[in-house]
């Protein structure tokens, strides 16, 4: 066994940590260890690996992962604490705040520095705690969706296990077939038409084949034909494998641990890094002026530098970030709630802004169960011969048995199909693939004759059959009795039912292996109906996300006849229906126009489908496409939001953004809202904060020039602004207007220019007022500690109470009600306020007492001041609807 774990060991290279040199030298050894095996045959790299055909057993699969570990890439791994904190301070705000904090005590300005630290610290831990906690929720429920792969172990009932990939040792032996995520590097040891998605590492969109034997010319080890690597996807075929290659130790896991690709940035980074970006550009324009204008008026520049740093952190969002992760983070637990799992938090606000979702029909329009209703000759009789050779290639077909290969083994009776096995023998077979849209067997019964059978799309088989099997013997199959045959399919189509055409040929010069240019001049048997009713609750479910501004497209493989069929009966109103073929002759232009006419695709191959959501999207929709299938993997990646379900394959979970453990429109429907909702609570951050910052700064301007002192103390200003935040802690708790989710939502920063233009000005107004009545009315002229805890306690109640009024386009607490976290926060930080300037704590930040006098003034503005932008919202939501 220490030969054995030494050539592991050269795969698993385990130290180096990230300097270029230890990861050059380790993707040596790799590469030297798998031109090996690769030269290696099958028996000897078997011997090799201490492994045979029937796989390892239990022992040896313990031994080997506690020698080599699970089968992970390191990059997945939970990083330590100290690096998740390190990242989150990292952040360009708290980094700004930090320094400011940092300035602040050379100044001597020990609690404007605590401060500050104090804001980035509760922002850090509040996002960190919540973010965990959904993390943690959501690993619950991903643990119920994870890939796993089919491995050969000679200790397991039946000689086989499916087994979660992260358990795959070096020397297993496992089974791919069409579908399949490859779960680690391996070596091929059988190979039937096998064709791999290799683009991940070459960047070539066009599927290799792969064989057991290498006979390349270069030295390229990613040119290998029988080597397979980790990230790959089995496009077609079947395969038998041993694994060399585990976790990090991967050609996968080097290029993982020396470099990693961005994901593009989605609409929803762009529209935060816009925002984030305006307020740096006002603060740029604002702060020098502010400190510029006191330092000159007022001749204490070192006051006027920490009463200047005090606005910038005014300005700064630095609470966004959190707000943000916290939104996201509780808008994932939600959906777990609802059975939706999350994969990137990033992808619920796109998922609330979806306006397009393309979809197939199986599973989703359906009842995802499919029935064999009929399986009749070319003349539409019942014929028991068709079902029996379609049992023979459901059931010796090796690769992944789809819906309808169930159906049909279903329908076949125990004594039957007992009998069918015992009298044919699996020779070999041509597995199925998209642009053949069939799949054949090839058998040899008791005497010894080989029968080729095949089952697939009726156009598709139709072309490769020369003769039909009618009750009077085969006969030609000419154009009478092609048109009759055709007539025969499109009349079941019409009755709702899926149609497959079954054909025959018997193979008289026999082989042992056999290939796609054999499939020709078939005999037709006949045809399968099937049947997959439509879903009671998908006509609904339909409508509800018509009501909420989300169209519904469906994009299949099948025929249009019966697409039309389920359409029809789920309440899809169809103006156009476009096929394959008609969609591959369309240019650019006439593409673009029929997109946005047609509701129904059919008989579209994977790269029509990646076509027609790349056109989408290019017309300013957002996308989001709904599929589990082998061909759907290429389409998830294209739209802006990929959904799949737990039951999909393996190449549709990986490229998936949402996953949905049931495949329905209704909990899609109820994920798209909670989408919105998420979206909705962040703007309300942003307007909001937008606004007061606006109105405050042209305060601040104004008071700077017209008043001998300060408005406010640095050391005031910070604590308003913090107070102001921590109340916005639980904004994420609160309910979303209805009327706001009817409609998909992106990002639109002229609503927020919008806000900050019309409430600002109205808040400023109001300050100014705030200013005359402790000037002139009050006599506040010679006491600035007086004038300064005015203004902080008129400017953090009106901050706070007119979160009420903005966070709802309907009337506050007669028709729309904060939440109640929500309401105890505001009413929390108001009371802290309020009080604050009679408490020990007020010498430490510059507070006094307030006359009763001025209590009666603040109530008669505040309550102005509220019931002024409550009319001023009111027309803003009139003239532009819930932007």
Request: aromatic letters at 8%.
């Amino acid at each position: 066994m220490a030969r054995i774990f030494s050539l592991f060991a050269l795969l698993n290279v385990r130290g180096g940590g990230r300097h270029p040199g230890a990861q050059l030298q380790r993707q040596a050894h790799n590469h030297r260890a798998l031109s090996e095996f690769s030269s290696l045959t099958p028996a000897a790299l078997l011997q090799r690996l201490n492994s045979d055909y029937v796989g390892l057993d239990s022992e040896q699969v313990a031994a080997r992962l506690e020698e080599v570990g699970p089968n992970v890439i390191g990059r997945d791994q939970q990083p330590a604490l100290f690096w998740v904190i390190t990242k989150r301070v990292a952040n360009p705000l708290n980094l700004l705040l930090l320094l400011l904090a940092v300035v602040s005590i050379f100044v001597d300005d020990a609690v404007g520095a605590g401060i500050m630290t104090a804001m980035v610290a509760i922002s850090v831990l509040l996002a960190h705690v919540q973010e965990r906690r959904s993390d943690r929720a959501v690993e619950s429920l991903r643990d119920m969706v994870s890939n796993t792969a089919t491995v050969r172990r000679r200790d397991m009932p039946g000689g086989r296990a499916e087994i979660p990939i992260e358990e795959i040792v070096p020397g297993d032996v496992i089974h791919i077939s069409a579908g399949d995520m490859l779960p680690a590097d391996v070596r091929l040891i059988a190979a039937k038409d096998l064709f791999i998605n290799q683009s991940s590492f070459t960047g070539e969109s066009i599927p290799v084949e792969k064989f057991v034997i290498d006979d390349r010319l270069e030295r390229d080890i990613l040119s290998a034909s029988n080597l397979c690597f980790m990230g790959t996807n089995v496009v077609s075929g079947t395969g038998l494998a041993v694994v060399v290659a585990t976790g990090s130790s991967t050609a996968f896991g080097t290029l993982a641990s020396s470099m990693s690709t961005p994901r593009a940035a989605t609409s929803f980074d762009s529209g935060l890094r816009r925002f984030v970006g305006l307020m740096l550009r006002f603060m740029v324009v604002m702060v020098p002026l502010v400190f510029v204008l006191n330092g000159v008026l007022k001749h204490d520049w070192m006051e006027a530098f920490m009463f200047a740093t005090a606005v910038a952190v005014g300005l700064t969002p630095e609470m966004l970030p959190m707000i943000v992760t916290v939104n996201l983070a509780k808008g994932a637990l939600v959906m777990a709630r609802i059975q939706v799992i999350v994969k990137r938090l990033p992808a619920i606000q796109n998922f609330g802004a979806i306006d397009v979702l393309c979809t197939d029909k199986t599973g989703t329009l359906t009842q995802d169960h499919v029935i064999l209703e009929r399986h009749v000759d070319a003349r539409g009789r019942e014929d028991i011969q068709v079902l029996q050779r379609a049992f023979l290639n459901s059931h010796y077909q090796t690769g992944l048995k789809n819906l309808l290969d169930l159906a049909v083994l279903e329908r076949v009776e125990a004594d039957e199909r007992l009998r069918l096995v015992a009298d044919y023998a699996l020779v070999d077979e041509m597995p199925f693939d998209f642009d053949r849209r069939r799949m054949s067997v090839v058998v040899r019964d008791r005497e010894g004759r080989h029968l080729l059978v095949s089952k697939g799309a009726v156009a598709e088989m139709l072309q490769i059959c020369e003769r039909v099997v009618l009750p009077e013997g085969a006969m030609p199959l000419d154009a009478e009795r092609m048109a009759a045959a055709r007539e025969v399919a499109y009349a079941l189509n019409g009755q709702g039912f899926r149609v497959i055409a079954v054909g025959v040929r018997e193979l008289h010069q026999q082989r042992a292996s056999y290939s796609r240019q054999d499939e020709s001049g078939l005999d037709l048997v006949g045809f399968m109906a099937f049947l997959d009713p439509p879903k009671a609750s998908a006509a609904e479910a339909i409508r509800a996300l018509h009501r909420h501004g989300v169209e519904v497209k469906i994009l299949t493989g099948d025929n249009d006849v019966i697409a039309r069929q389920v359409c029809s009966q789920v309440g899809i109103d169809l103006q156009r229906v476009l096929t394959g073929p008609e969609l591959a002759v369309m240019d650019v232009s006439a593409l673009d126009q029929a997109v946005s006419e047609t509701q129904l695709f059919a008989r579209l191959n994977p790269q029509q489908k990646v076509r027609v959501i790349e056109v989408l999207r290019a017309q300013g929709h957002v996308v989001g496409f709904l599929g589990d299938g082998i061909n759907d993997g290429p389409a998830l990646r294209a739209a802006d939001v990929g959904i799949s379900v737990d039951t999909a394959v393996d190449i549709a979970k990986e490229s998936a953004d949402i996953i949905l453990l049931e495949k329905s429109l209704t909990v899609l429907e109820e994920g798209v809202l909670e989408g919105r909702k998420v979206f909705g609570n962040i703007l309300k951050y942003i307007k909001i904060t937008a606004s007061s910052n606006f109105g405050n700064v042209f305060s601040i301007l104004g008071a700077s020039v017209l008043l001998p002192f300060l408005p406010m103390a640095p050391v005031q200003l910070l604590l308003n602004n913090l107070m102001y935040d921590l109340s916005m802690t639980t904004l994420a708790t609160d309910e979303v207007d209805a009327e706001y989710v009817a409609h998909p939502r992106g990002w639109d920063l002229h609503s927020v220019v919008r806000y900050m233009f019309l409430f600002g000005p109205i808040s400023s107004m109001f300050d100014y007022l705030v200013f005359g009545v402790m000037w002139w009315g009050l006599g506040f002229t010679h006491s600035p500690a007086s004038f300064q805890t005015g203004w902080f306690v008129e400017s953090l109640l009106s901050q706070i109470l007119v979160v009420h009024i903005i966070r709802t386009g309907r009337i506050p607490f007669l028709h729309s009600t904060a939440s109640l976290p929500l309401r105890l926060s505001t009413l929390l930080f108001a009371v802290v306020g309020i009080v604050l300037p009679f408490t020990p704590l007020a010498g430490w930040f510059g507070f006094t007492p307030l006359p009763n006098l001025w209590w009666l003034y603040m109530t008669g503005i505040l309550v102005a001041y509220l019931a002024l932008v409550q009319g001023a919202k009111s027309w803003l939501v009139r003239r532009y609807g819930y932007a």
